[in-house]
């Protein structure tokens, strides 16, 4: 089939050379001239050091490579979404499946990337989220990863399964588009404050205790907001939060870890130099969860951290302050293990 991947990160990158792999006749979009051709020169993407880029992969800057593909995946950063999906409006063919690998909220309006680019292109093209435990980095390097596919239309994660799916790479489909891009979002967040907590000196019991109340607080927005709470304790959620907590190939826990030693915010964010999607999803999620009104303490900590200036040290001691409560009465994913 023939594809554009929109954004040539680290993790646009590593799928093009994915799609490639498996067949795929691929064009690999820069969002700078400058980009594509030192692309092109080089065959190496410096976010994806040591994995030579194959002949077959083509690169551009311009936009007009995605008329005629049967599918286009966005992988910009989050912020870039709209801006890059209102161009494509006109451009792109209608019916074309748009496949959205970003992780984060809109800022003010507080949608998801999905949305966004489902308004962008006026619900003309389907829209699937890829999503999971991926960093692409080791996808780069055939390193054997499972991500899910979700979609409203089963058919179109299916689709979606067969373009990606090869025998280092599984891709399971879904029906939760809702759960599986709150879980690509929040999860950013959680990571982030598990690396401050690094960055402090606290131990494994610390980030324990924060992935386990993390992931409570990402499935009652995700149920809140329609999502399904198996999609919490599956790849997209229990599954990319182990792997963006734990990992030093994470830039949100390695923005954390220098958060927690004591960095500026801004001088961490240059220090980190690629997007820190879990610095603005921070500010994005906590929106969106005081207009469902959702309660979520973790992440209003790093909020608090992040634009309010606060110290650290005063926040954990918030968070390991509040009042008593039961695990079970307010969490909708252990309550989902529990009644297995
Ligand atoms: N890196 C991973 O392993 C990984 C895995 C899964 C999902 N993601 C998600 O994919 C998205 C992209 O991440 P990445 O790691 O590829 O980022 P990156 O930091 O490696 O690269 C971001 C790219 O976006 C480009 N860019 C900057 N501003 C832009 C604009 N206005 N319009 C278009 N492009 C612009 C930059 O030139 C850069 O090439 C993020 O939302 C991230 O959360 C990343």
Redesign the pocket.
């Known amino acids: 089939m023939k594809i554009t991947v929109?954004?040539?990160?680290?993790?646009?990158?590593?799928l093009a050379l994915l799609l490639v792999e498996n067949g795929h006749d691929v064009t690999l979009w820069?969002?700078?001239p400058a980009?594509a051709v030192a692309l092109e020169e080089t065959r190496e993407n410096p976010?994806l050091k040591g994995v030579p880029l194959p002949p077959e992969m083509k690169f551009t800057a311009d936009l007009g490579a995605v008329k005629g593909c049967g599918a286009v995946v966005m992988?910009?950063?989050?912020?870039?979404v709209r801006?890059?999906a209102h161009k494509l409006r006109g451009i792109i063919d209608p019916g074309t499946v748009v496949i959205s690998?970003?992780?984060?909220i809109e800022k003010d309006s507080s949608l998801r990337l999905s949305q966004v680019i489902e308004e962008e292109l006026e619900g003309k093209c389907p829209v699937v989220v890829l999503?999971g435990p991926?960093?692409?980095?080791e996808?780069g390097r055939h390193i054997p990863t499972g991500v899910v596919a979700a979609a409203d239309n089963l058919k179109d994660a299916e689709l979606v399964q067969d373009l990606f799916m090869n025998p280092r790479f599984r891709v399971y489909t879904s029906d939760d588009r809702i759960g599986t891009e709150i879980c690509?979002a929040l999860k950013?967040v959680i990571a982030l404050c598990a690396g401050c907590t690094d960055g402090m000196g606290c131990g494994d019991n610390t980030k324990a205790l924060l992935m386990t109340r993390g992931l409570a607080e990402m499935a009652r927005l995700g149920v809140a907001l329609g999502g399904r709470k198996e999609t919490f304790t599956g790849l997209a959620g229990v599954g990319d939060l182990i792997v963006t907590c734990t990992s030093m190939?994470s830039?949100n826990r390695r923005y954390g870890i220098l958060i927690g030693q004591g960095k500026s915010v801004q001088d961490a964010l240059e220090e980190i130099g690629?997007?820190v999607?879990g610095y603005y999803a921070a500010a994005n999620a906590r929106s969106l969860a005081q207009k469902v009104g959702v309660e979520m303490p973790i992440s209003q900590a790093a909020y608090e951290v992040l634009y309010n200036g606060r110290d650290v040290h005063a926040v954990v001691s918030d968070l390991m302050s509040r009042a008593k409560r039961s695990e079970l009465d307010e969490s909708p994913a252990l309550l989902f293990l529990q009644e297995k």
């Open positions: 929109v954004g040539s990160g680290g993790w646009g990158t590593a820069s969002h700078t980009k976010m992988a910009t950063p989050s912020y870039a801006e890059t690998v970003s992780k984060g999503s991926s960093h692409a980095e996808v690509a950013n190939h830039r690629a997007v999607e």
